[in-house]
C-alpha cells in the first residue's frame, strides 16, 4: 500500500477528519509548555509542514519535548480539522516512535543563515525552506522542459559526454586521459602531446556542448533537443558560470532566425507557465523571501511578446545612455554583464539580441550577406543575463570550411559534421538553454551556485 504523506493530507484533509492517521518525517521544531506541545514534521512531500499536537498522556511526553531539530520520527495520531487557526488541520498524537535522535550540533538551527553559509552544508541545505523550494523548481522545470519538447514531437537524444569534436572551442573543454600523469607524457616530434597510446588514440575531451551531433539527428528526425550536463574548464569565478551545468539543446531542421525566436519565446513561456502552476507554495516563498515581485515578473512575460534587435542596435542604446561603463560598448564586441542589465532593464523584459558580429561568434553560425555579421541570436534576461544562446547554422559546404579555417578549427576531425552540408542539407537552426541559468530567472536567487545542488566552480569541488 501506498505510504501516506503530508502532501496527501493537504490535497484532501477534510477526508481524513476525525481518522487515524501515521506518518514518517523529519522534526522541524518542537514548542511546548508542561503537559503539552507542538512539533511541527515535514516528510518532504509537501513544501508546508503539518502540525503535530503532543501531550502528556503520551508515555513518552518527557522525552518527547526534548527531540531536537530533524530528527526523524513516526507519528500516528488523528486528523482533527481546525479551521479557524493558522493551519486548518492537526494530528492530535496518540504515539510517536523516534527513530533517530538528530544530534544537538545540528548546523541549522532555527535561524536566518546565509546562502553563503548554506554552501558549506550542501549536503544539509535542502533541508531549508529555501533549497527545498528551489529544488523542487528544478525537478518541476526539468519535466516541464520534456513534456514541452515531447508534446512538440521533438525526439530526444542523448548526445555522448566524451567527444573529440569542437564546438565551443576547445580551451574551454576539459581534457580526459588515462596516462599516468606521475609519468613523463610521450611527445610527437613537434613537441606536442603524443595521444596515439591512450585509450581512445586521440586527445579526447569532455563535452561544452552536444550540438554538433544535435544536428546530425536533427537531419533525420526533423526536431531533436537534447537535455544533460555540460562541462567546462573556463576559469570565471562569476555569478552565472559554473564548470558543470545542464544544457538544453534543440535542434530544428527547416528553420530559420525568425522562426527560431518563436521556438525559445515559446518554450520559455511553457516552462513558467508550468512552474506557477505547479508549484504555486515554492514560488509564493521565493517571491517574498528571494525576489519581490517575482510573480508578477514571471506573469508578466506570460502576457509579453519578446524585443527582437540587432546588435549593432543595442550598441547604439547603449552608447546614447547617460553614464559611465566599467567596459565600453563596441560594434564589433560581446555585450558585459552592465550592458545585459542595462538592455533588459531600458526594454522591461526578455530581449533577443540577434545578427552578431561574426568575429565573437562560433563557426557554425550562418553568414549573414553583409559577410561581417552571423544569424546568431540570445536571449537576455533581467538577472541571469543570456540564458538563451542559439543561432541559424551555416548550411553551405564551403562557406561552412571557410569560416572553420578563418577560425582555426580542424576540419578533418569533424568530415562527419561537415557531411550533413553534403547530403540533404537545409536551412537549420538551434539553441543552448542554460538550465541553471533559467532556474535563477525562475527562482530569484542571484548565484548560481545556489541553483546546482553540488556547484562545481573554480576552487570549488567540496561534496
Ligand atoms: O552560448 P553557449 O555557449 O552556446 C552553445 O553551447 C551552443 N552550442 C548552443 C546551441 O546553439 N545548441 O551556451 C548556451 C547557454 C548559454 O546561453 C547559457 O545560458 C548557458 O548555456 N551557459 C552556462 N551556464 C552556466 N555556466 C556556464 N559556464 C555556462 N556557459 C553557458
Ligand atoms: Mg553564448
Known amino acids: 500500500m501506498k505510504k501516506l504523506t503530508i502532501k496527501d493530507l493537504y490535497k484532501d484533509y477534510k477526508s481524513f477528519e476525525n481518522k487515524q492517521v501515521s506518518l514518517e518525517g523529519w522534526i522541524r521544531t518542537v514548542r511546548d509548555s508542561k503537559t503539552f506541545g507542538f512539533i511541527e514534521l515535514n516528510d518532504g512531500s509537501y513544501f508546508k509542514n503539518i502540525q503535530i499536537v503532543i501531550s502528556d498522556k503520551l508515555d513518552n511526553f518527557k522525552d518527547l519535548v526534548k527531540l531536537t531539530i530533524s530528527s526523524s520520527i513516526k507519528v500516528t495520531g488523528t486528523l482533527v480539522i481546525t479551521e479557524n487557526s493558522k493551519q486548518p488541520f492537526e494530528i492530535q498524537a496518540t504515539n510517536i516512535e523516534v527513530f533517530n535522535l538528530s544530534d544537538s550540533d545540528y548546523p541549522l538551527q532555527k535561524k536566518r543563515h546565509t546562502f553563503e553559509y548554506l554552501r558549506t552544508v550542501a549536503h544539509l541545505r535542502p533541508r531549508t525552506n529555501t533549497f527545498n523550494a528551489i529544488f523542487r523548481i528544478r525537478s518541476v522545470a526539468a519535466f516541464a522542459i520534456h513534456e514541452y519538447f515531447q508534446n512538440n514531437g521533438y525526439v530526444y537524444v542523448h548526445t555522448p559526454i566524451i567527444t573529440c569534436a569542437d564546438c565551443e572551442g576547445s580551451a574551454e573543454m576539459f581534457k580526459l586521459t588515462t596516462m599516468d600523469l606521475e609519468k613523463p607524457l610521450p611527445k610527437n616530434e613537434d613537441g606536442t602531446t603524443d595521444f596515439s597510446n591512450d585509450l581512445f588514440g586521440k586527445e579526447a575531451y569532455i563535452t561544452g556542448s552536444g550540438q554538433l551531433h544535435g544536428e546530425t539527428f536533427a537531419a533525420s528526425f526533423g526536431k531533436i533537443y537534447t537535455f544533460g550536463p555540460t562541462l567546462r574548464s573556463e576559469n570565471s569565478n562569476t555569478k552565472t558560470h559554473a564548470n558543470e551545468f545542464w544544457m538544453i539543446e534543440p535542434e530544428i531542421s527547416f528553420c530559420d532566425l525568425e522562426q527560431l525566436m518563436d521556438i525559445e519565446e515559446d518554450c520559455l513561456k511553457y516552462i513558467v507557465e508550468k512552474v506557477l502552476e505547479r508549484c504555486p507554495e515554492e514560488i509564493n516563498f521565493c517571491d517574498q523571501f528571494i525576489e519581490k ?171
Open 293 to 463: 515581485g517575482l510573480k508578477e515578473k514571471l506573469n508578466k512575460l506570460l502576457n509579453s511578446s519578446f524585443v527582437r534587435i540587432d546588435h549593432k542596435d543595442v550598441i547604439d542604446i547603449l552608447k546614447k545612455a547617460d553614464r559611465k561603463w566599467e567596459f565600453e560598448p563596441d560594434y564589433g564586441e560581446d555585450l558585459a554583464k552592465e550592458h545585459e542589465k542595462y538592455i533588459t532593464e531600458y526594454f522591461n523584459g526578455p530581449v533577443f539580441v540577434k545578427n552578431w558580429p561574426k568575429d565573437i561568434k562560433s563557426y557554425y553560425m550562418k553568414l549573414n550577406s553583409d559577410g561581417k555579421t552571423v544569424a546568431a541570436v540570445d536571449l537576455e534576461v533581467p538577472g541571469a543575463g543570456e540564458i538563451m544562446g542559439g543561432s541559424q547554422r551555416e548550411e553551405d559546404y564551403d562557406t561552412l570550411v571557410k569560416l572553420m579555417e578563418a577560425k582555426g578549427i580542424k576540419t578533418e576531425p569533424l568530415w562527419w559534421y561537415l557531411d550533413l552540408r553534403r547530403y540533404g542539407s537545409n536551412v537549420h537552426s538551434g539553441f543552448g538553454l542554460g538550465f541553471e541559468r533559467l532556474l535563477m530567472y525562475l527562482t530569484g536567487m542571484e548565484n548560481i551556485r545556489d541553483v546546482i545542488p553540488y556547484p562545481r566552480t573554480p576552487k570549488n569541488c567540496e561534496f
